[in-house]
Each structure stands twice: as C-alpha cells, then as structure tokens.
Nanobody, 115 residues
Framework: QVQLVESGGGSVHSGASLRLSCTTS????????TGWSRQAPGQQRELVAT???????TYLDSVKGRFTISRDNAKNTIYLQMDSLKPEDTAVYSC?????????WGQGTQVTVSA
C-alpha cells in the first residue's frame, strides 16, 4: 500500500502558472511509475504526465511544452509545473503511482483556469 498526498492547485487566469506536489508514504523509487492524471467534469480521466523509476517521462500531447514533471527522490515527492495554463486545463488533478501492476491514486486537487 502507498498513500499519495497532493498539494498545490487553485484558481488562476489563463496564461498563469501553478505547481502541484505529491508526496508518497513510502520510498518513491519503490514505485515503477508515478505521475499525474486529471479529470474534468463529464470527461474521462486522462494521464497528463508520468515519470518512471528510470526517469523517462511521458506527456499528454496537449500539455507538451507547457507542463513539466519532476521528482525529488530524497523527499519522496513528484512535482507538476504547469505553465501557460489554459481554460481547458481545468480539472481535478490526481497523483498516480504504480507498483508491480497495482495503481494508486491521491485524493485530487482542483485546478481552475479562467479566461
């Protein structure tokens, strides 16, 4: 089992930046992959960005060049730096971790971007 606790988020205007943080309850490198998903009202959850144990990262096409995922192993924390935010980025963002085929999710944090 692992708990994922997010912080950050909030309400901003289009073009602004936000940084999300997620701290895991155990050593983060024990997880195969960590990352961020989001779910907008009436939409399916989508993976926004991931970082594997070997530091390989992936991004949703719509956030490439604007969002950056990073990890601090000493703090067992991953970050999602979100720049040039757009109204369509509005969603609940949840931290994600996978360990040997089992997926874990955080509670989520709201990000609202107004035009």
């Amino acid at each position: 089992q692992v708990q994922l606790v997010e912080s950050g988020g909030g309400s901003v205007h289009s073009g602004a930046s936000l940084r999300l943080s997620c701290t895991t309850s155990r050593r983060i490198l024990s997880l195969d992959i960590t990352g961020w998903s989001r779910q907008a009202p009436g939409q399916q959850r989508e993976l926004v960005a991931t970082i594997a144990r070997n530091t390989i990262t992936t991004y949703l096409d719509s956030v490439k060049g604007r969002f950056t995922i990073s990890r601090d192993n000493a703090k067992n924390t991953i970050y999602l730096q979100m720049d040039s935010l757009k109204p369509e980025d509005t969603a609940v963002y949840s931290c994600y971790g996978r360990d040997d085929g089992t997926s874990y999710w955080g509670q989520g944090t709201q990000v609202t971007v107004s035009a």
